[in-house]
């Protein structure tokens, strides 16, 4: 803000002194100002009618001045090229006097580091493509496109960018010299997810300038201080991963606001450097120049919709720091866009502002003196418990007699239910009512899930599990309080060009397992358990599914979850499973696609390992001579026959033969010897529950009062779930009843 009122007053003064005293002042005053306006936006939205016909209606007026652009790109990420480090890529659209000395800033840069020039031509009616062609050269990709946009042209960019990292530079300005190895060095020395390097303006002749030096710091997992820094998109390097599932809005002013509010916030390490790296030309015939009477003016609000869409795309959290920068946009919005416009719009856009904010509002923010307010209605949570029951919005609306509609109003803190709706979602979704009433105290980043794609769970029940699975984290990190979980204990020698064979071997020998000359029957929950992988013993109990595993993190403390299937009990069948599974884990932290890494091949590379599986088959002739096998080795006859064929012992025609004879035997339900294994449970949780009952330290009643004031708030038969207890273990006097059913169907007299 400091910085472009400075840069006004210098274009209209000429005079640096003038503008540094003017700028000061007016900084101020200006800081005043908003104070003033934040006090009466808070105070003027406790008095405002922010109802449902009354967002709708100001949005109707909104979009007939300015109708919300299609602002939608589908990211399409080109593969890494290990002999480009950097994608360079320059949108232009009539700069015919400008393109030559910003193409020229950028091949004249001396650099150790590869980089590609991709020129996004936006539909250009002036002498731009002429200029740009007298360049062509290898390191330069030239692409021609209709006139969609600086967005456009950009996100087209990043769809054909073959470097890792990705610096985006206009048309009009020029790169300093050196600037891409300062850069460049100062990302990878420092691992850093984004590197901003500090400008000069000018307005016609670089060599006229003003200097604009930022302060040098490395700001590490700090987005209260990342956000503070320039929001343009120019000037930067960034790691192109950030923008994997994220494009510029297309066809709307105030683009940049993505990098603040949305890329700022998802970068762990940011570097701001006090090295000029490029020089921005000031364009005086800007958009500040005429925005407040433009309706394009109105771009800023649909901007920050879409700027709220992409932060929860990408799992960024409603937290204080977001909601000020949408707080600061709105007021900016309010009183500087649109000031100049009728005060119809004025007023709905003040409606639609408000709303946002609503909706995006820590439930920090709403006290009453010291004391958070009980009865404020948190829709996320209701979202959260539908999802946990498995239940669709129309299935709960018939359930609930409740209008889908209105269900997804409350599930986006449009507006609260009522009391009878409240009691009628808990009732159905079987959670108590404090429930909805209380806040996410746990924060539990999904950063993944990994569905067996034998599964025949429907869409909705896999979602199911998904939230099941956090909640269960939830529970390990109250116990982490009292009992010391293993940490993830995996070999650290584990590379991408490892074979099969290797990386289980690395996995058997880091874990102490058997070698070639004594395998060993196994447990392998028993086994994967110590090493820290969290086995999920919940009965899933229903017929089809799968093992899944999910990848979890809270405050970067990354643990793989995995929920058995409904074939826990059978040993063979869940040490099968639980090995694919853990190929899955290998695959994700060596960060190698699925498609790239078979884990039935490292399933049976890690269960039967060569020499010994080689050593303890005598024949190979009928399946009987495979059920002999799965007496000693603890897995299934399938793969069994699969892992003789994989190693040549019988051929591709043996193979079928016995596949097919297995299928015909019904063993693909049911195997000898699957009962003839003995299980041994570890189930952590409860191990843990048990440890804290026998010692004394809680009861089942000051246990369940614990894990609500954590915000744990379910009733005892589905902790009991969870935690793999018997059920009743957990009832007490003070809860065996304490779920009231309200009859809402009963017709009034």
Known sequence: MKQRMYNTFYRKLNNEICAKLITKVGYAILTVYYYIISIFLKNRKNNIAITRDNILKAREIISNVRKKPNMKSAPINRSEDKNVQLSVIIPAYNVEDYIEDCLLSVLKQKTRYSYEIIIVNDGATDDTENKIKQFASEKIVYIKQPNRGLSSARNRGLDVARGRYVLFVDS???????????????????????????????????????DCILKKEIIDNDVKRAVNNPGYAWGKIYKRSLFEKIRFPVGAWYEDTLISSVVYRMCKKMVVLDDEVCGYRINLNGISQTARSSPKSLDHYWVMEDVIEKARENHLENDDVFYEIVFNHMSTFLYRRISLMDDEVIQSAFVLACDMLNRIRPQEYMVMGNKMKKDLFNGKRLKIARVYRGKSIDILAKETNINKKDILAFEENKYKPTLENALKLSNILHFPREYFYDNENIKVLVEDSHFNPNSTLPRMEEISYKEKLIMLRKLFLFFEDYIGFPQLDLPNNLHRGDSMEVLSQKIREHWDLWDDEKPTPLNLGDIMTAKGIIISYMNVNRRGASPFTQKQSVDKNTKYVIALGGD?????????????????????????????????????????????????????????????????????????????????????????????????????????????FKLTDSSLLKMAYEALIENHIVSNATLIDKLYSQGITLYPEDLEILMDLKPNTLQTKNNKNNVKKVDFKRKRA
Request: proline residues 4%; hydrophobic residues 45%; aromatic residues 12%.
């Open 172 to 210: 009009d300005d020029v790169m300093c010299d050196g600037a891409i190895e300062t850069m460049m060095n100062a990302i990878l020395e420092n691992n850093a997810d984004v590197v901003v390097g500090s400008f000069y303006m000018f307005t016609i002749e670089p060599s006229a300038r003003q």
């Open 568 to 676: 826990k009990n059978i040993a063979p069948i869940r040490n099968h499973d639980l090995a694919c599974e853990l190929g899955y884990i290998v695959s994700d932290i060596l960060n190698i696609p699925l498609k790239k890494f078979d884990c039935e091949e490292f399933a049976a590379e890690f269960l039967l390992p060569k020499q010994a599986f080689l050593n303890s088959i005598q024949e190979a002739n009928e399946l009987e001579d495979f059920v002999n096998l799965k007496a000693k080795w603890a897995v299934p006859v399938s793969l069994l026959v699969y892992r003789a064929y994989s190693l040549g012992v019988i051929s591709y025609k043996k193979y079928n033969y016995l596949l097919n004879d297995w299928q015909q035997r019904g063993w693909n339900k049911v195997e000898p010897l699957d009962d003839k």
